[in-house]
């Protein structure tokens, strides 16, 4: 999983710097920003210094709320302004939005993305880290009661891994090609403009990892190709407008086909399950 650089969000810098050895680093901390989605990580950091008068954006890393986008805030090893009088022992990572009651305002892409954090976290200490929410070490109803019951259970999240792909069958055959890992964030799809941010259509010819949205969705189409599906203007499948890389009611129909060959839910979205069957399950 990526993280958005602090020179890709347009951090400014910061004013002083204090670094913490890792030996020291005990706790992972959830946050929640009190303010909309929208909210961007240098209006975070803006607020921060210039009303809070604090050296730098006060968070270790952020999250978005909606998208699961993970931005860098302090970093790793930098002390972090976000829990007076436990910032050396905890990493504190902010999650931008509200957290309304009786209402899941952070999606499953955020939670996947924080519980990425947190397994990297680990991973660097050589142990788990205690996890914990803001009010554990502070008077503040921080991080609000559903974000926090979410951490007491200890980070549940859905469709954090890939679905498992049965046994292939009798005299079947390895996929073509070369295989090619998702494109997209946690919890992001190929699916309709319609849909919410997460939802990529090609219509705006967004960038993944250096390419488009709609030459990604190409090579997903092709890669079908490859595996013998009819694919093109004139052909069985996408036979109208031809592999455009637009997402539209063609390239849901393939989806929908797809899916059912393979057993894989079918909705017609074009996500991390539905895009590795192409590039990694036997042809039967």
């Not at 999983?1 to 890792?22: F, L, N, Q, Y």
């Not at 008068?53 to 993970?70: A, K, Q, R």
């Not at 919890?187 to 309709?192: A, E, K, S």
């Amino acid at each position: 999983m990526d993280i958005i650089s602090r020179a890709e969000w347009g951090a400014r810098a910061p004013e002083s710097r204090s670094t913490v050895p890792w030996s020291k680093r005990t706790v992972f901390m959830g946050h929640y920003s009190a303010a909309s989605a929208t909210q961007t990580p240098r209006q975070i950091q803006d607020f921060h210094m210039r009303v809070r008068g604090w050296i730098d954006v006060g968070y270790n890393f952020l999250i978005n709320s909606i998208t699961g986008h993970i931005y860098e805030g302090r970093g790793w090893t930098t002390l972090g302004a976000h829990c007076a009088g436990h910032n050396t022992e905890a990493i504190g990572v902010c999650i931008i939005g509200k957290d309304q009651a009786g209402k899941q305002d952070v999606s499953d892409a955020a939670r996947r993305a924080f519980k990425w954090l947190y397994d990297e976290a680990n991973d660097r200490k050589g142990r788990r880290l205690t996890l914990l929410g803001h009010r554990d070490r502070g008077s503040t109803e921080c991080p609000g009661d559903e974000i926090y019951a979410w951490l007491k259970a200890g980070l549940p999240t859905v469709g954090s891994t890939p679905a498992p792909q049965p046994k292939p069958p009798a005299g079947s055959k390895p996929a073509p090609g070369t295989p090619i890992a998702f494109p997209l964030p946690a919890g992001w799809y190929f699916g309709p403009a319609s849909g919410p941010d997460y939802s990529v259509s090609g219509a705006h010819e967004r960038y993944f990892r250096g390419r488009t949205d709609r030459a990604w969705l190409r090579e997903w189409a092709t890669q079908l190709g490859r595996r013998g599906w009819s694919i093109g203007k004139g052909k069985r499948w996408l036979g109208g407008a031809g592999n455009d890389g637009i997402y539209g009611p063609e390239y849901r129909a393939l989806a929908l086909a797809f899916q059912d060959d393979q057993g894989l839910r079918e909705d017609g979205l074009i996500g991390v399950n539905t895009w590795n069957a192409a590039f990694r399950n036997p042809v039967r």
